[in-house]
């Protein structure tokens, strides 16, 4: 069975996610059209794949594309906002990228309800994280989850939380937010959606915590997950390189992104959750 998929956003995510699919990576899935408001940022997409796949700045003909079965969304939070309850309501199933959208509770529960009524699916990649499933796994037992995410400045600029830090000259590590999930993805909306990740998974955005560490000498995107509970405690430590033309987005991410469709789009053996 071929997953005929749409792309919702066609910046530099949007577009590796365009090639993948596009050079036959994906077995079982097959590129059908791209959305974005910017239509040369579509049209750019477009020219590198096939005349076969349609591109529209007009979201709802983008969403009556005839025989699609998935959208990916690689836009924003925002876009989130706007677009999925539609998606989910046109019983199509939704890959979202932008978990950071889910930190409101309440628009959560509305979008799952959608998905709930319509029978799609609502799919969230891990992305710059590793140990979601042990989180998962355990998430009953769990007493306290902590996310130390490191970045170099330039992987900050333009964060509300940053704004009083642009003109710092940092010459080592430097705490520049501590807070819970919730209050992490308002601050650095394109810098922590895997704080909002690891919450779901586990105990929820008010009750996971969050330190966000400026550092010029980081190795890359940095994350660190502490997690205890009943069944005792874990540690990850995961050095990601920033994706070449977007410094705030780990090209772990999208990795995760490719791998999940994969699984997605799959019928051989599941290893791990």
Known sequence: MITRVGILGCGAIGMEMAMVIS???????????????????????????????WYYSNFQEFLSTEGMDLVIECASPQAVRLFAPEILQARLNLLMLSSG???????????????????????????????????????????????????????L???????????????GPQVIFEGNALQAIQEFPANVNVGVTLSLAGIGPERTKVKVVADPKAPGNVHEIFARGDFGSFRFRLENKPHITNPRTSYLAILSAIETLRSICGTGPRIGT
Not at 42 to 48: P, S
Not at 112 to 130: C, D, T, W
């Open 157 to 171: 600029m333009g964060a509300p939380g940053f704004k009083e830090w642009e003109s710092v000259e940092f010459t």
């Open 101 to 155: 959208s889910l930190a409101d509770a309440e628009f959560f529960r509305k979008i799952s309800k959608i998905a709930e009524e319509n029978g799609s699916q609502l799919i969230v990649p891990s992305g710059a994280l590793g140990g979601v499933d042990a989180i998962r796994a355990v998430r009953h037992l769990l007493k306290e989850v902590v996310l130390t995410t490191t970045k170099p400045p330039k992987g």
């Open 23 to 53: 050079r036959g990576d994906i077995d079982g899935a097959t590129l059908v059209s791209l959305y974005d408001q910017d239509a040369k940022k579509a049209t750019h997409i477009q020219e590198k794949t096939s005349d076969t796949v």
